[in-house]
């Protein structure tokens, strides 16, 4: 007969559907009791979902009755805790930022960075107040696309106080690091860094703090999810229909959190020849489109593969800030616009509002 301790072993390897990270690292594994009539395995659910829970279940069940000695397997289920209502009843959201925007990609490389910094810039040119976190703690960019070399400042009550540029407020690992430091964390330290930048940092009123995620589904996106209740998250793909697994996992993610896609962006959608003006798409097209009208989510918008775009982010101005009349700045705050407009279209109970 096994162990309880084998059972619990086996149990790592069954995957939160969406995420990457195991059942038992997610907390939904309680107990594990082994007797003469088999393995019963109890478990709290982290959601609601009926669906989510029935995947869970007959994973568990398929992955312990295929272990030597089992004769039968029992599934248990306990109350479930919910907290993604605690999240939006608690104290889970950032005092006196508004709406909280997560900008995503299911894998790294397509210029979410890129998006995210001129998508905040393209919100505070319409007015809004904008907070810019960048969460991506293993390759932090940020601080090079807005040209920020400063630390920041601490207030009596040990808060930190967030830099500002071109009217953001801004907080990323990369403002306390040297640049040619290697980050080698594991989760347990990114959770804590990324619950003291949404927990201990003077924000102040904000209309919207936009984060800027790292790739993947991973620990960031758990804390971040855990932490405070999403208004929206915004998915950052190329045109490539190989990338729409990738889509499919970020939209799953968000869908497990409770939180609504606000939409998504084809990013090097195409490229204009500087020296002939012909239009030639690299990566193919239509890929961000069909993306969105598969999963039933919103096209924002398309941004090609422009060279003063990453000129401006290299500069440390991106481009919505250093030639605001840009085509290729109107279509970021086109963009804007229309996650605007989304997210006064959509239930006042499925958006979050923190005050």
């Known amino acids: 007969m096994v162990t309880p301790q084998q059972v619990l072993e086996e149990l790592k390897k069954v995957r939160y559907p969406g995420f990457t990270r195991d059942i038992v690292s997610f907390g939904m594994v309680k107990d594990v009791e082994v007797g003469s009539t088999g393995v019963n395995v109890i478990l709290a659910p982290t959601t609601a979902r009926q669906d989510v829970i029935r995947q869970i279940r007959e994973a568990v069940t398929a992955a312990v009755t295929q272990m030597p000695g089992v004769t039968a397997v029992n599934v248990t289920l306990i109350e479930p805790e919910q907290p993604v209502r605690r999240m939006q009843q608690g104290p889970a959201g950032v005092p006196g930022v508004h709406h909280v925007l997560a900008v995503a990609s299911g894998k790294g490389g397509v210029g979410k960075s890129t998006v995210a910094v001129n998508l905040a810039l393209a919100l505070t040119a319409l007015g809004k107040r904008v907070g810019l976190l960048d969460c991506d703690v293993y390759g932090p960019s940020v601080p090079l696309m807005l040209g920020l070399h400063e630390r920041p400042k601490w207030t009596d009550e040990r808060c930190i106080v967030p830099l ?68 929206g998250g915004v998915i950052v793909t190329t045109p490539q229909h190989v990338a729409l697994l990738d889509v499919k996992r970020s939209v799953t993610m968000f869908q497990q959190v409770n939180a609504p896609v606000l939409g998504v962006i084809e990013n090097m959608s195409y490229h204009i020849c500087s020296g002939c003006g012909e239009r030639a798409e690299i990566f193919g097209h239509g890929g961000g489109q069909e993306m969105a009208k598969q999963f039933h989510v919103p096209f924002l918008g398309e941004i090609p593969l422009v060279g003063d775009i990453r000129e401006a982010s290299d500069t440390g101005k991106p481009i919505v800030v250093a030639q605001p009349d840009h085509p290729q700045s109107q279509a970021f705050r086109a963009i804007a616009e229309r996650i605007l407009t989304e997210i006064a279209n959509r239930p006042s109970d499925e958006l979050p509002t923190i005050h």
């Open 164 to 231: 500002e540029k071109f009217g953001l407020k801004v907080i990323s690992l990369g403002v306390f690091i040297d640049d040619r430091t290697p980050i080698i964390w594991r989760g347990p330290m990114i959770n804590k860094l990324l619950t003291q930048f949404l927990r201990e940092v003077e924000w102040g009123e904000l209309d919207f703090l936009v984060l800027d995620l790292p790739p993947g589904t991973g620990d960031a996106q758990l804390t971040i999810a855990q932490q405070v209740p999403l208004s």
